[in-house]
């Protein structure tokens, strides 16, 4: 039976749990709790063969300026077999459904997605994401991953700057 691709619904997100929780031990994918793919489940897409869950992957919409391609997990096994690429596009899909400027996505395998049209940027360039995800990483001061963008860069932020990154100024008077 060959893999069919679909949005997941609630009762995937135990098995999309237990799938990134198979990269996220060794840091390749960030930690999502179960509560956390409940809660999110209409972002993920999914590869599904013979009623099984193979491969994942979530758009995480920011605003219309900025939508992140996340959670990028295949099945050992099943990798090397256009399943992380069949995701990537139709997560672009959606994201261009939705009239999203910009696509960004944070990896350690830049080569892979540079052959699906995405070119490396700055971190700092991605505030919004930083604000929600970096800021409580425990890598934030030593991170290896890559910023990569497709689109246009945004030119503003939906989040608010938490207020450790604000910068007092003096005033004379």
Do not use: W
């Amino acid at each position: 039976m060959p893999m069919s691709l679909r949005r997941a619904i609630l009762p995937d997100a135990r098995q999309i749990h237990d799938l990134i929780a198979t990269y996220s031990g060794d840091g390749t994918v960030l930690p999502r709790t179960l509560a956390e793919i409940c809660e999110n489940v209409r972002d993920f897409v999914v590869l599904e063969e013979n009623g099984r869950i193979v491969a994942c992957g979530a758009l995480h919409l920011y605003g219309p300026h900025l939508a992140e391609v996340r959670s990028i997990t295949v099945l050992p096994g099943r990798q090397r077999k256009g399943s992380g690429s069949k995701l990537v596009r139709a997560l672009l899909a959606e994201a261009k459904r939705h009239h999203v400027g910009c696509v960004c996505l944070f990896t350690r395998k830049p080569e892979f997605f540079s052959r699906l049209g995405f070119r490396m940027a700055q971190r700092e360039s991605l505030p919004d994401k930083i604000y929600k995800d970096c800021c409580v990483c425990p890598r934030l001061h030593s991170c290896d991953e890559f910023a990569m963008v497709r689109g246009e860069l945004p030119t503003f932020a939906m989040l608010p700057v938490p207020a450790s990154r604000l910068v007092k100024i003096q005033v004379e008077g």
